[in-house]
């Protein structure tokens, strides 16, 4: 057992879904200390509070993190030299650890995520500066992969993307749900479809707008020229929420349409422990827990037809949570 260990999380949210992982780590290394780019909470729990924690960008902005030279100048600052192991559990911002030239520490990247900012950008209206820019951050981001010793990843399509992206071997940990906000709830009537505010959400929008069963989308209105001659009244949009509320919406859906992620998040995970099934793209890296129809399909096409099909199957269908 290594004698000084750091542990390392973008930021403190009352339940992020990377808290699971983070406690559980805590639990392995009882004497390791915290620490987190920044706090997006009131208060700190007490198993934060009884350890040594530090925030070393608390003073920044949550724009200038999406500024990768600001996000690699902090975590050059974060004293990585004076311990044995630094463990990250990130979405992608805590992978710029930089060794000096002593080889301590091992440091362990668990990913839940890459950098949306630099990843998933829509940069088919972007002029060569900002394409340029984008492409510079993109090398600064895997030349500095490279000083990793160990890199895991939640999820399986994760996994496959790291793997070619950084030329290494990446493991694979499914992370934790939290079971205080996700497990079934049988006493919940199933009463509308729930989906994600993902990047390909128009298809299934505009069968919805025809047809009357009910959705939900966890996000903001997105305008749509259909809808203003349609005018559909059993769509409704959640807004931004937390993931305490996200988990209640979850209680009372018929299934669960995951689409292509703007960014990655593990609510595909938390719905299967909530006993909802869930309609999968294939980037949500699901595919080998949905072996039946309690647990849901993963997409072939994504095309309305087989959106339709599900819906169909879905509607009145009984499930065993």
């Known amino acids: 057992m290594p004698?000084?260990?750091?542990?390392?999380?973008?930021?403190?949210?009352?339940?992020?879904?990377?808290?699971?992982?983070?406690?559980?780590?805590?639990?392995?290394?009882?004497d390791a200390d915290?620490?987190?780019?920044?706090?997006?909470?009131?208060?700190?729990?007490?198993?934060?509070?009884?350890?040594?924690?530090?925030?070393?960008?608390?003073?920044?902005?949550?724009?200038?993190?999406?500024?990768?030279?600001?996000?690699?100048?902090?975590?050059?600052?974060i004293p990585i030299e004076n311990y044995d192991l630094v463990i990250c559990n990130t979405r992608g911002a805590l992978g710029h650890l930089r060794k000096k030239k002593s080889k301590k520490p091992r440091i362990i990247v668990y990913y839940h995520d890459l950098l949306p900012f630099l990843w998933r950008q829509d940069n088919t209206d972007w002029n060569e500066q900002e394409s340029n820019q984008l492409l510079?951050?993109?090398?600064?981001?895997?030349?500095?992969?490279?000083?990793?010793?160990?890199?895991?990843?939640?999820q399986l399509s994760l996994r496959q993307t790291l793997a070619t992206m950084q030329a290494r071997d990446v493991?694979?940990?499914?992370?934790?749900?939290?079971?205080?906000?996700f497990y079934p709830d049988i006493e919940t009537p199933r009463e509308y479809f729930l989906a994600t505010d993902s990047t390909d959400l128009e298809t299934l929008m505009h069968i919805a707008a025809c047809v009357t069963d009910k959705l939900v989308?966890?996000?903001?209105?997105?305008?749509?020229?259909?809808?203003?001659?349609l005018k559909p009244d059993n769509i409704f949009y959640t807004g931004e929420i937390s993931v305490a509320e996200k988990a209640y919406y979850l209680a009372g859906a018929k299934a669960f349409f995951c689409g292509a992620a703007h960014e990655l998040?593990?609510?595909?995970?938390?719905?299967?422990?909530?006993?909802i099934p869930i309609i999968a793209h294939?980037?949500?890296?699901?595919?080998?827990?949905l072996t039946d129809a309690d647990l849901g399909f993963e997409l072939?096409?994504?095309?309305?037809?087989?959106?339709?099909?599900?819906?169909?199957?879905?509607?009145?269908?009984?499930?065993?949570?």
């Open 3 to 30: 004698e000084r260990v750091l542990l390392l999380q973008d930021t403190y949210e009352v339940n992020d879904m990377l808290n699971p992982s983070l406690f559980a780590l805590m639990a392995l290394f009882p």
């Open 34 to 77: 915290v620490g987190f780019l920044q706090n997006k909470s009131n208060a700190l729990p007490p198993e934060l509070q009884e350890r040594r924690t530090e925030f070393f960008a608390a003073r920044l902005s949550a724009k200038a993190l999406k500024d990768l030279d600001t996000l690699v100048g902090v975590e050059a600052t």
């Open 136 to 154: 510079r951050w993109q090398e600064i981001d895997l030349e500095f992969s490279q000083g990793i010793d160990t890199a895991v990843a939640a």
């Open 171 to 181: 493991h694979l940990a499914y992370p934790l749900v939290d079971q205080d906000l």
């Open 217 to 229: 989308v966890l996000g903001e209105y997105r305008y749509n020229k259909l809808f203003r001659e």
């Open 265 to 275: 998040d593990h609510l595909p995970l938390a719905a299967l422990k909530s006993g």
């Open 282 to 289: 294939p980037s949500q890296g699901m595919r080998e827990f």
């Open 300 to 321: 072939e096409t994504g095309s309305a037809e087989e959106l339709l099909h599900f819906i169909r199957y879905y509607r009145n269908k009984n499930i065993n949570r």
